[in-house]
């Protein structure tokens, strides 16, 4: 059986479909009718459903075998968010093709129709994560039907120990500006732009907008210095993170945190996220908040 290497336990598990039942139980009549009646014709018949019966269950057992199933990793995933699971299915089998395998991960399922020899193929499967933090990635398992429909045949997969860090739940809440003053505070943002004012100077540097060059500046010092301007339409906000002792409402308020902190950079505000034991920098945060969305997943 080890030539086979069908999946994590080398073993393949069987369970008869509705069809099978079906199948089986007039196997059995003719079978007994067969005994009964002493007639040739009704043994020839049982022989050969017997047959179908035996060559369904090899066939099924080629068709799982030496499926290797590899896991790619999201980058980025929400709790209670359907996200797709990415999967790389190989056939290495030399010459013989795999038919109708159904990839399954509690429940959520992606079907490939056809696996030739030696091919690679990718599918998605969509799973929803139900808790922040770290989460082991589910188990699946890969099971088919064919060549007849009689049997469901299937093989649990090696997906290793891999972790997936899943971040706080996001909603959509709506807030409107002034709710960002009120609630958060609002600063004059230092990031640089196309405003007005002036926010610095630096070396020109190849590619930069020529239209930007000090010119008085770049004469008293002999280098090409550019401006940088601040940006009028972008504004910083701080946002306080002071957690609460109840586990049911920190929940609530890190949901609102992250959300809040993903809208606000939707906006174009820079943020700051000032935590009990540290302190997130815009610089930090970016356009994408990754290192909070860490923190605020782990925090316990």
């Known amino acids: 059986m080890r030539i086979l290497q069908l999946g994590k336990d080398n073993w393949a598990r069987t369970r008869p479909t509705k069809e099978g039942l079906t199948f089986l139980m007039l196997s059995l009549f003719v079978g007994f009718a067969a005994l009964n009646t002493g007639n040739n014709l009704l043994y020839l018949t049982f022989g050969m459903m017997l047959s179908f019966i035996a060559a369904s269950g090899i066939i099924s057992v080629i068709n799982l075998s030496k499926i ?8 980025d995933v929400f709790a209670l968010t359907p996200e797709p699971l990415k999967f790389s299915v190989k056939n290495l089998k030399t010459l013989i093709p795999s ?56 093989i649990r997969v ?14 959509k809440i709506g807030v409107e500006k002034a709710k960002f003053k009120e609630r958060f505070g609002e600063m004059e943002s230092d990031r640089k732009g196309f405003g007005d004012d002036l926010r610095s100077l630096r070396i020109y540097n190849e590619g930069d907008n020529p239209k930007l060059i000090h010119w008085k500046t770049s004469a008293k010092i ?31 308020q890190i949901t609102h945190t992250a959300s809040t902190i993903l809208e606000l950079l939707e906006r174009n505000y820079e943020v700051e996220f000032i935590a009990p034991d ?8 970016d356009r994408f908040p990754r290192p909070v969305l860490r923190y605020l997943a782990l925090f316990t």
């Open 68 to 75: 290797e199933v590899k896991f790619d990793p999201p980058e």
């Open 99 to 154: 038919y109708s395998l159904t990839i399954d991960i509690e429940g959520k399922k992606a079907f490939l129709s056809h696996l030739p020899p030696k091919v690679t193929k990718t599918t998605a499967v969509e799973f929803i994560f139900k808790r922040r933090g770290w989460n082991k990635v589910p188990e699946a398992v890969i099971f088919t039907r064919f060549p007849f429909g009689f049997f469901k045949k299937w």
């Open 158 to 171: 090696d997906l290793g120990d891999e972790e997936i860090l899943v971040y706080p739940k996001v909603e």
């Open 222 to 252: 002999g280098k090409l210095m550019l401006r940088e301007l601040q940006d009028n339409e972008t504004k910083r906000v701080l946002i306080h993170f002071n957690p609460t002792k109840s586990e049911s409402e920190l929940e609530r």
């Open 278 to 285: 540290r302190t997130f920098s815009p610089s930090e945060i």
